[in-house]
């Protein structure tokens, strides 16, 4: 029973309160399949679950959740697709635009994607299809990506994630020290091995 309930003696710890109803239980690299308690009332177990819009597995924030992110930014260029075709709207507008509403959507949640080089090359690929139709440039007319980025302002989406990664990694290392967030970064729950692994260490 002790065991049961250092999860949420750890949480209540930090200021986190665990709502059973609305908790999932997603097991990475682990083969026990003891039930998580809170309380009487145990977790249910999943293989994966959907947190603030983002589609979470086993691997992490993985090709899924960008797929899907992929798609989401594909639908909201296409609703404004009048938009776009209209010539009376100025291109500083149309960019503007553009990024407000379509790339927000695609980039939402990078900070913590385990994205692969192939992962990212499909959202560039995104990125220059959907400046290019906003431009009017057509598929049989040779312009490079580099002149592309340059005329709209663009930076390649590799290093747009990296940068939107670095601040938000600043923005928590600036909060309080009693902010949730922040002490996330250094808690690392011990297991029964890490925990014997580490008395043995401070032995030697």
Known sequence: MQAKTTLNKLS?????????????????????????MIG????????????????????????????????????????????????DISLKTKLRTFNSNVKSVLLYGCEAWNASTMCIKRIQVLINRCLRRILRIKWTDKISNESLWERTRQIPAGDEIGRRRWRWIGHTLRKPCGSITKNELDWNPQGKKIKRNVEKSQRQ
């Open 12 to 36: 209540e710890s930090i200021g986190l309160w665990i709502h059973p109803a609305k908790s999932k239980v997603l097991r990475v690299g682990t083969q026990t399949s003891e039930a998580v």
């Open 40 to 87: 009487d009332q145990p977790l249910e177990d999943v293989d994966a679950f959907c947190c603030l819009g983002s589609n979470i597995d086993q691997e992490g924030v993985t090709s899924k959740e960008i797929k899907a992110r992929i798609g989401k930014a594909q639908a909201a260029f296409t609703t404004l697709g009048r938009f776009w075709k209209t010539r």
